[in-house]
């Protein structure tokens, strides 16, 4: 691990995300702070996140791991499907003023 003093002697930064970067500002921390933020913010991770959005997310996974045949072109045409959509933006819905999720109904189903 390089120090701070060796870095800021270098005179620039290297983009690298060094731990010990004097120059802050550089998008290789950026984007090491992005990824970080949304590994722990994302599906069950957040404690501000309702009970009631968790257990939509739950059937929606019990659900895309059930399916028989995997994800087929009619699969999006299904009545499942769409009572779960309605029930996501239901809750998110009645929860907006509290939680707002970093990722939608679309991304549940990758």
């Not at 983009?15 to 120059?23: E, F, K, Q, R």
């Not at 028989?68 to 907006?96: A, C, F, P």
């Amino acid at each position: 691990m390089l120090t701070g003093e060796f870095l800021l002697a270098r005179g620039k930064c290297c983009n690298n995300g060094c731990v010990n970067c004097p120059y802050k500002e550089n998008t290789m921390i950026k984007l090491k702070d992005i990824i970080t933020e949304s590994a722990n913010a994302g599906w069950g991770n957040d404690p501000k996140k309702p009970n009631a959005i968790d257990k939509v997310e739950a059937k929606v996974d019990k659900w895309v791991n059930g399916l028989k045949k995997g994800w087929t072109k009619n699969t999006q045409y299904s009545t499942k499907l769409d009572r779960l959509r309605r029930d996501w933006e239901v809750v998110i819905d009645k929860h907006k003023n509290e939680w707002k999720p970093k990722y939608n109904f679309g991304d549940l189903l990758a």
